[in-house]
């Protein structure tokens, strides 16, 4: 898993480079595209560009999915898993930060819900508080 505003870190893309060096094709990246970071949006703190063409550069290959729809994103990844061609993959998965009070607001990056938050933000995900 790397994150966008992660991915403006020097060592994502050395490691991409060994990847594609050594021909690590059962290595798949999964890529949070929520367009936010730590601080602000990826946009103004750094801008990341196209990441399926800077994976794409780094001899990855690439795959789209809607990061929230985790059939889609197990579909993907048996289809990887049969793949030997040589290359590192990368799926870009578009998401969108958060439950709905937290909905693309960067200070949620590191924050803890209280005790209310949190029992609404596992109803909504529909798991047990
Ligand atoms: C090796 C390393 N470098 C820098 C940081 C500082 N840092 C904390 S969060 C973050 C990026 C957060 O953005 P993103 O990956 O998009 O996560 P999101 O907030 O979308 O979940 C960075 C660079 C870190 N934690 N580790
Ligand atoms: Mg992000």
Known sequence: MVGDGEAQEGEIW??????????????????????????????DVMPNGDLAE???AFGFEIYYVDGHDM????RTMDSIHLSKN??????????VKGVSYMENDCGWHGNA????????AMAELG???
């Open 113 to 120: 819900p209280n005790k209310e938050q949190y029992e609404q």
């Open 86 to 95: 040589g290359l590192p993959k990368a799926i870009i998965a578009q998401t």
């Open 54 to 56: 800077k994976f794409k």
């Open 127 to 129: 798991g047990k508080a």
């Open 14 to 43: 050395e490691a991409a480079n060994t990847a594609h060096k050594y021909q690590i094709d059962n290595l798949v990246v999964i890529l949070d595209v929520n367009k936010l970071q730590i601080d602000g949006s990826t946009d």
């Open 71 to 74: 059939e889609a994103i197990c």
